[in-house]
Nanobody, 125 residues
Framework: QVQLVESGGGLVQAGGSLRLSCAAS????????ISWFRQAPGKEREFVAA????????NYADSVKGRSTISRDNAKNTVYLQMNSLKPEVTAVYYC??????????????????WGQGTQVTVSS
C-alpha cells in the first residue's frame, strides 16, 4: 500500500512556475506508476501527467505538453511535477495517485486506488 502527500501548490501569476511534489510512504512506491490529476470547481478530474515506475516512460495530457515535466526520485520516494508558463485556466486542486505495483501508466483516474489529499494551484491573470 502507498500513502501520498502533495505539496508545492500556491498562488502564482500567469507566466510563472511551480514545482509540485508527491511524497510517498510504503514499500511498493518504487514499483508503482504515479500520475498527476487536477480538478477545477464544477469540472471532472482530469489527467495531467504520468511516470512509469522505472521513471523511463512518461505521458502528458496535450494541454500541458511542452510546459510541464514529471519526474521521480525513487531514492527519495518522491514524484515531481514542474509546471512552467502557467495560465489561469490551469487553476485547480492537483492530486497525485498511484497504481498497483508493476502496472502500466494510464490516464484514467478510475484505475488508481491510492490518492493524496491534493494541493491547490491558483494562477492569477
Amino acid at each position: 500500500q502507498v500513502q501520498l502527500v502533495e505539496s508545492g501548490g500556491g498562488l502564482v501569476q500567469a507566466g510563472g512556475s511551480l514545482r509540485l511534489s508527491c511524497a510517498a510512504s510504503g514499500r511498493t512506491f518504487s514499483s508503482s506508476p504515479i500520475s498527476w490529476f487536477r480538478q477545477a470547481p464544477g469540472k471532472e478530474r482530469e489527467f495531467v501527467a504520468a511516470v512509469h515506475w522505472s521513471g523511463g516512460v512518461t505521458n502528458y495530457a496535450d494541454s500541458v505538453k511542452g510546459r510541464s515535466t514529471i519526474s521521480r526520485d525513487n531514492a527519495k520516494n518522491t514524484v515531481y511535477l514542474q509546471m512552467n508558463s502557467l495560465k489561469p485556466e490551469v487553476t485547480a486542486v492537483y492530486y497525485c495517485a498511484a497504481r498497483n505495483p508493476f502496472s502500466n501508466i494510464y490516464p484514467d483516474p478510475q484505475v488508481y486506488p491510492y490518492w493524496g489529499q491534493g494541493t491547490q494551484v491558483t494562477v492569477s491573470s
